[in-house]
């Protein structure tokens, strides 16, 4: 099953309302001042230009922190942040850090039109000039970035299974993105929503070909099927249902070696109804399977489906409440959530994985081999990431050393055995004798 990156949907989402939207190009703080072309309109380009500006020196760096400690000097001055051609998100956090330096960067912007000598290059600076509408304007777009950063943040973890994030996230992005869009506040952004949502639609659709999506949602125990319940109509919702009991069928069929059920339909083809549907495509109608049920499985299936949302402690990650409920609901679960929970929504962990063997494999330790590397990786996953859910048991040498006290302990009460039976027969002998001494 192949299962997409879900942050790179978002990151092209993100591409292409900043492209549609802002026509700036990117550049370098190494560009010099009469390279650099700003649009008078593009409030997008009139930042990065201005990060340019302000990262070109450093007389320019200490002017922009003096300037930020004149201001306000209780508090640490801040650099500005210069975006990257390929990650929207240094784009959106770019324009979040100029607007909260705003004031310093309008005084900033001043100096240096009052100190430059050339015409030409006075010009170019004034055109970085943001007044109040310019600065309204950057934050409505970056309001609409964020909804795209609250979307990633959702699943872009390697420390806990998010693949049941990322449908209610995507549709959570096309549904405020297509508010945005109706609104009148937003017109001006119409075409960059319209781009936006596209990209969102395209990989939504594509995630019809995989049924991990719903499995995952189904195995994250605070919600089971609660979220198809609220946001889904109930002929989704029976679709749900009939999708997730042929896989339970299919798993009670392998583990307890039954006999195989009648065929059932393709699954992709049923994810696919149900995903086109929700976001209002039309498909062809897809006749619901024939199989019935069989008591068998049932028994195990009501075991977690039936009960409704069981939510552990707040810092109780879903990997560990399977491990401690395992038993209650049995192998058929216990193994369909072993397959499912180790899919991860995004490429984050494989990268960090990467990250985290460059630390291990330094260069004076560049002859590990494959398997010690490995070893190594998983046992500090272990440890950092609290994998272990109990205690490790006795090692060997702790069985040794417990051996070896019952043993002092055995024969130290072999010895106190000993001791009492010989001071009773002492005590025998000498009552004797005393006896013989009277009838003397």
Known sequence: MLVRCMAHSINLSAQAMIKTHSKAQHYSVHDTDDTIEIDSSDVVGKVR????????????????????????????????????????????????????LREAIDIFILKLISTETSAFKKSKLKQLRMNDSDWESLSEF????????????????????????????LETLHARWSECRDDMVYAAYKPALTASLDVVQKYYDKTANNDAYIYAMLLNPASKLSYFKENWDVELLSDVRSLVENMFKDYYTKVNNKTPSMPKMKMSQKTGRLFESKLGRSSSSISASSTQPIEAWCADYDKYVTVGPEEGPKDMSIVTWWAIHSQRLG???????????????????????????????????NRLRGDITEALQVIKSTLRDEVQFKEAGPSLAMETEIEEEVEVEESLMANVRTGLKEAQDWTIELNNDCFDKEVV
């Open 49 to 100: 230009g201005t990060a340019v500006k302000v990262k070109s020196s450093s007389p320019r760096k200490e002017l922009f922190f003096r300037i930020q400690h004149a201001l306000d000097a209780t508090k640490l001055p801040l650099m500005t942040i210069l975006d990257m051609k390929v990650q929207w998100s240094s784009t959106f956090n770019m324009m979040f850090r100029s607007y909260m």
């Open 142 to 169: 970056a309001s609409l970035l964020e909804f795209a950063d609250d979307a990633q943040q959702a699943f872009s973890s390697d420390q806990y299974p998010s693949l049941y994030l990322a449908i209610p996230a």
């Open 331 to 365: 192998p058929v679960w216990t193994i369909f959530a072993l397959d499912s929970l180790a899919i991860m929504a995004s490429s984050v962990s494989s990268e960090r994985c990467f990250s985290s063997g460059g630390l291990v494999i330094t260069k004076l330790r």
